[in-house]
């Protein structure tokens, strides 16, 4: 096993000198919020600054996560930019602009959370912040996603009752999603990250197996939600307190995917092998098959999977063969 996976480093994530060069499937991370909570006194605490000084401190970090990201890796960053002197901060449009103009993402799409238990804003002409935003950026057009793992049920769509036979089962919930804000063990850490929207984009932007970052791990419910789903994981926290917080939360969980075990010594995969194997829809292993996504054997009419090649696969590290 490499040395810097699955392990919390207590440091700023300026400079990730312990991860390679493109090691990463999958950064997911809420960076503090500009001086509305107290983190720590440490000068390379960026929830110590706000505005514009904000953003020129977080630059290269997202800098450290564009050089650790394998080509389709994916960048989720969880944001609300707080109120400054009655006005939205300059960060809500800094921080993307920088990051594609001065970085070199791709704005891919951006997610919006919903809160419906946040607490009323203290000040006297504004309404409460109940949405935070999921900028997603891609390092390059090769992102991989699997938005299968995004689907609801026609009962979740509030279309149950609509007596049409084509609705499918499952559709596209869409890039907004409501979700209560954490209040379990809230006092040990000053803005704990809810579990589900981890696992949210984890499931959506990575594959059990794939490695999984978060820059500003805090109590570790990334890492925590990564282990729980099979993958590997890397944080950085600078607050000691929270690292080891951190490291005792992804300590207690246990992976999920306990089917891997029976199909480790499986030289070949059946398709029900792989859904289980691979967290991925049927539907979506049939379209990644057609187009040449995944690498797959035909024995007659089925399709048998090399396990090995899979694992590579599931890495990252298997490309398709040229066509002759």
């Given at each position: 096993?490499?040395?810097?996976?699955n392990?919390?480093?207590?440091?700023?994530?300026?400079?990730?000198?312990?991860?390679?060069?493109?090691?990463?499937?999958?950064?997911?991370?809420?960076?503090?919020?500009?001086?509305?909570?107290?983190?720590?006194?440490?000068?390379?605490?960026?929830?110590?600054?706000?505005g514009?000084?904000?953003?020129?401190?977080?630059?290269?970090?997202?800098?450290?996560?564009?050089?650790?990201?394998?080509?389709?890796?994916?960048?989720?960053?969880?944001?609300?930019?707080?109120?400054?002197?009655?006005?939205?901060?300059?960060?809500?449009?800094?921080?993307?602009?920088?990051?594609?103009?001065?970085?070199?993402?791709?704005?891919?799409?951006?997610?919006?959370?919903?809160?419906?238990?946040?607490?009323?804003?203290?000040?006297?002409?504004?309404?409460?912040?109940?949405?935070?935003?999921?900028?997603?950026?891609?390092?390059?057009?090769?992102f991989?996603?699997?938005?299968?793992?995004?689907?609801?049920?026609?009962?979740?769509?509030?279309?149950?009752?609509?007596?049409?036979?084509?609705?499918?089962?499952v559709?596209?919930?869409?890039?907004?999603?409501?979700?209560?804000?954490a209040?379990?063990?809230?006092?040990v850490?000053?803005?704990?990250?809810?579990?589900?929207?981890?696992?949210?984009?984890?499931?959506?932007?990575?594959?059990?197996?794939?490695?999984?970052?978060?820059?500003?791990?805090?109590?570790?419910?990334?890492?925590?939600?990564?282990?729980?789903?099979?993958?590997?994981?890397?944080?950085?926290?600078?607050?000691?307190?929270?690292?080891?917080?951190?490291?005792?939360?992804?300590?207690?969980?246990?992976?999920?995917?306990?089917?891997?075990?029976?199909?480790?010594?499986?030289?070949?995969?059946?398709?029900?092998?792989?859904?289980?194997?691979?967290?991925?829809?049927?539907?979506?292993?049939?379209?990644?098959?057609?187009?040449?996504?995944?690498?797959?054997?035909?024995?007659?009419?089925?399709?048998?999977?090399?396990?090995?090649?899979?694992?590579?696969?599931?890495?990252?590290?298997?490309?398709?063969p040229?066509?002759?």
């Amino acid at each position: 096993m490499e040395t810097f996976l699955n392990r919390v480093f207590c440091k700023s994530s300026a400079e990730m000198s312990e991860i390679p060069d493109e090691a990463v499937n999958l950064v997911f991370t809420s960076p503090p919020y500009e001086k509305l909570k107290h983190y720590s006194d440490n000068s390379e605490d960026l929830g110590n600054y706000q505005g514009a000084e904000f953003v020129v401190r977080l630059k290269p970090v997202l800098a450290e996560c564009f050089r650790v990201l394998k080509p389709a890796g994916n960048l989720f960053l969880n944001f609300q930019a707080p109120h400054l002197d009655g006005f939205v901060s300059p960060s809500e449009y800094l921080i993307p602009r920088m990051a594609i103009e001065d970085i070199g993402f791709f704005h891919v799409q951006t997610h919006y959370w919903f809160k419906p238990n946040v607490m009323p804003m203290p000040a006297a002409k504004v309404v409460k912040g109940a949405v935070e935003l999921l900028w997603h950026f891609a390092k390059s057009a090769d992102f991989y996603v699997d938005k299968a793992a995004l689907r609801i049920t026609a009962e979740q769509a509030d279309i149950v009752d609509q007596p049409d036979e084509s609705i499918p089962a499952v559709k596209d919930s869409g890039n907004a999603f409501f979700e209560r804000t954490a209040q379990e063990r809230q006092g040990v850490h000053p803005a704990k990250m809810p579990l589900p929207v981890a696992e949210r984009f984890i499931l959506y932007g990575s594959r059990p197996g794939m490695v999984v970052l978060d820059p500003f791990c805090g109590s570790g419910t990334t890492l925590a939600a990564a282990r729980k789903h099979g993958r590997g994981f890397i944080g950085y926290e600078l607050n000691p307190a929270y690292a080891e917080l951190a490291k005792g939360n992804y300590e207690e969980v246990h992976t999920i995917p306990d089917v891997h075990l029976s199909l480790q010594n499986k030289k070949w995969l059946t398709m029900d092998d792989m859904v289980l194997y691979s967290s991925v829809a049927k539907a979506t292993l049939y379209s990644m098959i057609s187009n040449g996504e995944i690498p797959v054997h035909k024995a007659g009419r089925l399709n048998r999977f090399d396990k090995d090649e899979i694992d590579r696969w599931m890495r990252g590290e298997w490309k398709a063969p040229a066509e002759k």
